[in-house]
C-alpha cells in the first residue's frame, strides 16, 4: 500500500504562512492527495485534495510536485484556530476496494 | 453541513462485555468507515461499508465486527471487549462509488473515547 511521511511536528508564528510537507514516493497514478486537519477534541476535518495541479481554496493550497512523489500543504496566514494535527492522506482504488491510507500526521503549533 | 453524530462521547465498559459502537450520517452517503486512533500510530482503519449490507475488512478487523443494516447507520459490534480495545474511535461517511470515491472527502464525527476495564 502507498504509504505518506509527514514530521511529526512543526512550529510557526501567527500571521506567517505554513507549509507543511508530505512524501508519497509510492503513489500510484490514479490516486488524490487529500488533506485533513484534527483540533483538540474532535475528529478530522476535510481541508483540500487534488491530483497533479496545484489547487487553491478558502482554507489553503496544495502544491503538488511534478512527479507526485511529494505535496505540500500552504496556509498563507497562520492563525491560532489553525493549531492542529495535519493528516495527507492517499485515496485511490485497489481492486474495486477502497484505499485509504493516512500517513502519521503533523502537530503544528503556531505561536502567537 | 453534512453531520456525522456518534452516539456517545465517553464509554466504560468491562472486559468480555459486548459493545455497541453506533454512527449515524444525515447525508445519503453510500460510504462509511469506522477507525480507531491510538497516540503514536495514527488513524487505523477498521471496517468500511460501500453499501447496506456490505462490509470490507480494513487494516485491524481482529476483535470487530460490523453491522450496516440501513444507509445511514453503520455499528462497529465488539464482541468481547479487552482492555487493548480501549481507543477513540472515529466514524466517517463520504459519498460517491467507484472510481470517483477518490475524491470524494471524508467527513468525520468526533469520536467515541472507549476505556475497557
Known amino acids: 500500500d502507498a504509504k505518506t511521511t509527514q514530521p511529526n511536528s512543526m512550529e510557526s508564528n501567527e500571521e506567517e504562512p505554513v507549509h507543511l510537507p508530505c512524501n508519497h514516493s509510492t503513489i500510484s497514478g490514479t490516486d488524490y492527495i487529500h488533506w485533513y486537519r484534527q483540533l483538540p477534541s474532535q475528529g478530522p476535518e476535510y481541508v483540500i485534495h487534488?491530483?497533479?495541479s496545484n489547487v487553491n481554496n478558502r482554507m489553503a493550497s496544495l502544491a503538488i510536485a511534478e512527479d507526485r512523489k511529494s505535496s505540500t500543504l500552504i496556509l498563507h496566514r497562520a492563525t491560532l484556530r489553525d493549531a492542529a494535527v495535519y493528516y495527507c492522506?492517499?485515496?485511490?482504488?485497489?481492486?474495486?476496494?477502497?484505499?485509504?491510507?493516512f500517513g502519521q500526521g503533523t502537530r503544528l503549533t503556531i505561536n502567537p | 453541513d453534512v453531520k456525522v453524530t456518534q452516539s456517545s462521547r465517553y464509554l466504560v465498559k468491562r472486559t468480555g462485555e459486548k459493545v455497541f459502537l453506533e454512527c449515524v450520517q444525515d447525508?445519503?452517503?453510500?460510504?462509511m468507515f469506522w477507525y480507531r486512533q491510538d497516540p503514536g500510530l495514527g488513524l487505523r482503519l477498521i471496517y468500511f461499508?460501500?453499501?447496506?449490507?456490505?462490509?470490507e475488512k480494513g487494516d485491524i478487523p481482529e476483535g470487530y465486527s460490523v453491522s450496516r443494516e440501513k444507509k445511514e447507520r453503520f455499528s462497529l459490534i465488539l464482541e468481547s471487549a479487552s482492555t487493548n480495545q480501549t481507543s477513540m474511535y472515529l466514524c466517517?461517511?463520504?459519498?460517491?462509488?467507484?472510481?470517483?470515491?477518490?475524491?470524494?472527502?471524508?467527513?468525520f464525527g468526533n469520536g467515541t473515547r472507549l476505556t475497557v476495564t
Open positions: 466517517a461517511s463520504s459519498l460517491a462509488h467507484g472510481t470517483k470515491v477518490r475524491h470524494s472527502p471524508l467527513h
Open positions: 492522506i492517499l485515496r485511490g482504488i485497489i481492486q474495486g476496494a477502497q484505499k485509504l491510507v
Open positions: 487534488g491530483l497533479t
Open positions: 447525508m445519503d452517503h453510500e460510504n
Open positions: 461499508s460501500y453499501d447496506v449490507k456490505m462490509k
